[in-house]
């Protein structure tokens, strides 16, 4: 069964940048599009970036301009580089399948907490 695991998520300050990073088994970024996901406390849960197989990416308003996805098929890992960050982006960060259908299990997520 395919695995996600997230990390890099920290406590930084506003106008900070954090990398995140999630590493999958199996080889799957060449398989499926993918997505990084936030929850904030109270909120549901909301795709903020994709990268599809063949590599376009895109980015949700209130991110657009300060986070990018990428991600390094060989090494099976997943990242979004994130700059400039608001308060309001704190929320734990997960990743998975951009698509809604057949969502692969959600890993434990990584806090990312801007705060000054």
């Known amino acids: 069964q395919v695995q996600l695991v997230e990390s890099g998520g920290d406590l930084v300050q506003p106008g900070g940048s954090l990398r995140l990073s999630c590493a999958a088994s199996g080889g799957i970024f060449s398989i499926y599009d993918m997505g990084w996901f936030r929850q904030a406390p109270g909120k549901q849960r909301e795709l903020v970036a994709t990268?599809?197989?063949?590599?376009?990416?895109a980015a949700a308003d209130s991110v657009k301009g300060r986070f990018t996805i990428s991600r390094d098929s060989a090494a099976n890992t997943l990242y979004l580089q994130m700059n400039s960050l608001k308060p309001e982006d704190t929320a734990v960060y997960y990743c998975n399948k951009a698509s809604p259908f057949n969502r692969l299990p959600w890993g434990q997520g990584t806090q990312v907490t801007v705060s000054s």
């Open positions: 990268i599809t197989r063949g590599g376009s990416t």
